[in-house]
C-alpha cells in the first residue's frame, strides 16, 4: 500500500462521504468538514445518512479513525496535502450551475493556508471554475507558489457509487502543474498500481491488480469538460431510445429487440439503452442544463441539449396519456405505484420521474397507494400521506384492489413479483410498466394485462371480460 497521504474533504454530501470513506479505504487519513453540527454528530455516532452499498459498513471501519468528521474547516485543512471539494452545485432559475458554495469554501481554505497545498475540484462544476478558483486564492492573498487547482471529475452512480470510485473506469485529473499532478498520482497509486485490489478485504469489482484503472492526465479545462460531456452523452444516449421507444409503439414493434440489436454494436454497446419515463437524479437534469447554458455564453449553439431535455420531459406526460389509455378515465381510479427513487438501489427523490408522475396522478383525481424500498423517508417530506396518497409496507399492499398497478422504479426486487398473487390482489389485473420489468408473454400467462414502454400491449382476454361485467 502506498504511503498515507493527508486529505481534506469539504462536503459531506453524496460525493464527499463517499470520497471520505473511499480514500480511506485506500489507506490514506482524511478529515471531512461539513457545515452542518447535527449532520457532523450523526456521521461521528456512526449514522450513515445514504442508502448506498458497503457506506455504511465502510463509514463504521474508519469513522474516528482514519477518517474524522468536523464543521471547523481551518482545523480539517490544517496541514493537508490535499484538500477536495465536493460542495453542492445546484441548478439556478437559468440553468447555470450555482457556484456560490464553492466560491465560499476556496475563500475560507485561503484564509488557513500556510504551506503548499492542491485544491481539488470534485463537484461537478463548468469549464473555467479552476481559473475562478485560483483567482479568489489569489485575492485573498494566497501566493501563487502555496497552491495549485486541479479538477478530478466523480463518475460515481448512485446505488453503486462506493464500487464505481474504488473500481473506475478511469481516474481524470486535469492540471497544468506537474507537482499537483505529482500528489494526485500519489493519492490514487493503490488503485492504479493495482496493489489495493490484492487486499483480503478489499471491494469486490472489475478492477485487478492485472488490469488496474488508468490515470488520464488533461488539462484542466478538458478535465472539467469531460464530467459535463460524459453525463450529458449518457442523457443523450436515455433519451433516444426513449424516442426510439415512442416510434416502435407507433409501428408496433418492440423496442427491446431493437435496443437489443442496437447494442450488439460494439461502437454502440448495450448501456443506457432501456427505454422508460425518462432519467433523474441529482447529475443527469443538472449538468444538461448547465452543459447547454455554458456552451451558449461561450457562443456555442449546442441545441442537441435542448431536444434531450424536451424528450425527457415529454416521456413523462406520455406515460401519463399511457396510463389514462389503459383506464379510459382518471379521475376516482385507484392506482398502486411501485417506485418513488428517480432509479432502482438508491434513496434519491431528487428529480424523479416517479415522484413527477405522481404528483400529476394526485391531480387527476386518483387516490394512490405507493411503496418503494428505500426512499418513502424522504419522498413523504414532499409528497406528504393525505387521502390521496397513502404509503404502504410493501408492493402487494401497495396492489390490493387497485384498478391497476405502475411500475415507476427499476428495483430489482420488483421484477421477482409473485404474479399470481398480484392478480388475486387487484381489482383488474392490469399493469403498467414505465421500466420494462417484465416479458410481455409471462404476464399474459398469469392472467395481467401489461402495458410497457415502446413494446406492444399484451391484453388478457379475462380482464375485458370482468370489465365488461362490472
Known sequence: MSNTIRIAVVGSGYVGLVAAVCFAEMGHSVVCVDNDQQKVDALQGGDCPIHEEH????????RNSKVRFT????????????????VGTPQSGSGVADLSYVEAVASEIARSLTT?????????????????????????????????????????????????????????????????????????????TGSYYEQPSAIDGFCTSHEPPPLLLTSTKSAEIIKHASNAFLALKISFINA??????????????????????????????????????????????????????LGVDFALLAEVENINKDQKIRFLNKVRSALWTLRGKKLGVLGL???????????????????????????????????MERAEQVLPSSSSLQYVSDAYAASKDVDALLILTDWSEFARLDLQRLNRLMRYPIVIDGRNL???????????????????????VHEFAAAGAN
Open 116 to 192: 503548499y497545498t492542491v485544491i481539488v475540484e470534485k463537484s461537478t462544476v463548468p469549464v473555467y471554475t479552476n481559473e475562478w478558483i485560483r483567482r479568489v486564492m489569489e485575492r485573498n492573498g494566497v501566493a501563487q507558489h502555496l497552491f495549485d487547482v486541479v479538477s478530478n471529475p466523480e463518475f460515481l452512480r448512485e446505488g453503486t457509487a462506493v464500487r464505481d470510485f474504488l473500481h473506475p473506469d478511469r481516474i481524470v485529473v486535469g492540471t497544468d502543474s506537474e507537482r499537483a499532478a505529482a500528489v494526485l498520482s500519489k493519492i490514487y497509486e493503490p488503485l492504479t
Open 71 to 86: 464543521n471547523d474547516l481551518a482545523e480539517a485543512t490544517r496541514g493537508a496535502e490535499a484538500i477536495f471539494i465536493a
Open 244 to 297: 426510439v421507444s415512442n416510434l416502435c409503439e407507433a409501428a408496433n414493434a418492440d423496442v427491446e429487440q431493437v435496443a437489443r440489436g442496437m447494442g450488439m454494436d460494439s461502437r454502440i454497446g448495450p448501456r443506457f439503452l432501456s427505454p422508460g419515463i425518462g432519467y433523474g437524479g441529482s447529475c443527469f437534469p443538472k449538468d444538461v442544463a448547465a452543459f447547454r447554458c455554458v456552451a451558449e455564453q
Open 438 to 460: 417484465y416479458d410481455p408473454e409471462l404476464m399474459i400467462e398469469n392472467g395481467i394485462t401489461y402495458f410497457s414502454v415502446g413494446r406492444p400491449t399484451k391484453h388478457h
Open 341 to 375: 427513487a428517480f432509479k432502482g438501489g438508491t434513496d434519491d427523490i431528487r428529480e424523479s420521474p416517479a415522484i413527477e408522475i405522481v404528483q400529476m396522478l394526485i391531480a387527476e383525481g386518483c387516490p394512490i397507494k405507493v411503496f418503494d424500498p428505500a426512499a
Open 55 to 62: 457506506l455504511p459498513a465502510l463509514l463504521e471501519r474508519y
